[in-house]
């Protein structure tokens, strides 16, 4: 059975921490991961990737992709009370451009 | 440029009663549809998606039926909700099979008592 997992399932940091987010996945026909940013509705997308080892970045937020560990990290540098999201993995596999979700981790930036 | 548009936002219904929710897409063309399902404290659920008018293919087993009688329109329906159908729901859309990027709508939080 496919499946994404994250960790940590959530986390508390001050404003000025650097956070790094996991997400593993056993996904059939792997094409592609993406990280999304949730607040308090719809996702927001952040990052996709395809290619092992090659970095993301927009701003303070990177992440990286390594497919021999099936597993991607999302990487946020001096957090802001802003950052504070569930952030969700999503990997899409087979032949139909579907996404499976993991569970999200919740992170709280404490000011 | 292109905006998902889903409601109602907030919905509060009896068990038994029907359910209709809707999502609609502007901006694009034949864009694939997808409706999610997330419970509180798990991940996102695919429930339905589309490729085409008319064309509908379903994830998991479930009280719930999608349709999509024009090209950026999607509806998810019920036509008896159960308690367990308490949840949020968003709608996606993605450009084809070659864009890997799903956007998602304002979502909506049916809640049934």
């Known amino acids: 059975e496919d499946k994404v997992v994250q960790s940590p399932l959530s986390l508390v940091v001050h404003e000025g921490d650097t956070v790094t987010l996991n997400c593993s996945y056993e996904?059939?026909?792997?094409?592609?991961l993406l990280w999304y940013k949730q607040e308090k509705k719809a996702p927001t997308f952040l990052f996709m990737l395809?290619?092992?080892?090659i970095e993301k970045k927009s701003g303070r937020l990177s992440s990286i992709l390594d497919k021999k560990e099936l597993s991607s990290i999302l990487n946020i540098t001096a957090t802001q009370t802003g950052d504070s999201a569930i952030y969700l993995c999503?990997?899409?596999?087979?032949?139909?451009?579907?996404?499976?979700f993991g569970t999200g981790t919740l992170l709280a930036v404490q000011p | 440029s292109q905006t998902i548009h889903q409601w109602p936002a907030t919905l509060v219904q009896p068990v038994g009663s029907p359910l209709s929710l809707e999502c609609t897409v502007e901006?694009?063309?034949?864009?694939?549809l997808y409706w999610y399902r997330q419970a509180a404290g798990r991940g996102l659920q695919l429930l339905f998606y589309?490729?085409?008018?008319?064309?509908i293919s379903s994830e998991v087993p479930q009280n719930l039926s999608a349709s999509r009688p024009q090209d950026r329109q999607f509806i998810l329906s019920s036509k008896k909700l159960l308690l367990s159908d308490s949840s949020f729901y968003l709608c996606?859309?993605?450009?084809?099979?070659?864009?890997?990027?799903?956007?998602f709508g304002p979502g909506t939080r049916l809640t049934v008592l």
């Open positions: 996606a859309w993605s450009a084809g099979l070659a864009s890997d990027t799903q956007y």
């Open positions: 395809t290619s092992s080892g």
């Open positions: 589309s490729v085409g008018i008319g064309q």
């Open positions: 999503a990997v899409e596999g087979g032949a139909t451009n579907k996404l499976i």
């Open positions: 996904v059939t026909n792997f094409r592609s």
């Open positions: 901006g694009t063309s034949n864009p694939n």
